[in-house]
């Protein structure tokens, strides 16, 4: 079936420091892939989006990339701040208009003052 | 003002009992969700309403049972509940199904004793 695996489970970076979140998905019609974050006792957040006509996407201080023919797509964050601090899923949706998205694992991302 | 608003915030009930999760949003929105999430942070979607008629219905148990009265609330019942349900549920809408910007809302605290 359709399965999103997200990578590191756990990272932790110094403030101004980059960060690097990498998700691989399976379903080969997957076209949209969204990125969340979520923040203690919140519900997740769209911070970016790609869809699978484009290899890059960036929005100030995020970015994301998509390589469609080995089916990863990372998410870059530059400059950290401490308020970064949150859980990001990566997300895939796959063909068919349902709206059904699989989520990755998570990753907690701790930014050190 | 709430776009996605979701009651109640927490719920802690025995084994057995029946309860019920509301949703609503007014954010003029035709598709709706429930998402499950569990104490390892995974996230995974339960059911999907659009303009009240259901369009995803994953593999959950038939305890669960949502209802859509119109296309602005989507509520969750639970019958016999069992300590693995215990969990944060999260109500999502977007403006239609497919590839869109999910809306999350602050979550539900199900703690089952």
């Known amino acids: 079936g359709e399965n999103v695996e997200q990578h590191p489970s756990t990272l932790s970076v110094q403030e101004g420091d980059s960060a690097v979140i990498k998700c691989t998905y399976s379903?080969?019609?997957?076209?949209?892939f969204p990125w969340y974050k979520q923040e203690l006792g919140k519900g997740p957040q769209l911070i970016i989006d790609?869809?699978?006509?484009?290899g890059e996407k960036k929005d100030q201080r995020i970015a994301v990339t998509l390589n469609k023919t080995a089916k990863h797509f990372s998410l870059h964050i530059t400059e950290t701040q401490p308020e970064d601090s949150a859980v990001y899923f990566c997300?895939?949706?796959?063909?068919?208009?349902?709206?059904?998205?699989?989520f990755g694992q998570g990753t907690t991302l701790q930014v050190k003052p | 003002d709430t776009a996605v608003s979701q009651t109640p915030k927490y719920l802690v009930t025995q084994m057995g009992n029946d309860k019920s999760i509301k949703c609503e949003q007014n954010?003029?929105?035709?598709?709706m969700y429930w998402y499950k999430q569990d104490s390892k942070k995974f996230l995974k979607i339960m059911f999907s309403?659009?303009?009240?008629?259901?369009?995803i219905n994953e593999t959950v148990p038939n305890r669960f049972s949502p209802k859509s009265p119109d296309k602005a609330h989507l509520n969750l019942h639970i019958n016999s509940l069992e300590l693995g349900d215990s969990a944060v549920y999260f109500c999502?809408?977007?403006?239609?199904?497919?590839?869109?910007?999910?809306?999350f809302g602050s979550g539900t605290q199900l703690s089952v004793l």
């Open positions: 790609i869809r699978s006509n484009v």
């Open positions: 999502a809408s977007s403006l239609n199904r497919g590839r869109e910007k999910l809306f």
């Open positions: 379903d080969s019609a997957s076209n949209y």
């Open positions: 997300a895939s949706h796959g063909s068919g208009n349902t709206g059904k998205l699989i």
């Open positions: 309403y659009n303009n009240k008629e259901l369009i």
């Open positions: 954010l003029g929105h035709d598709t």
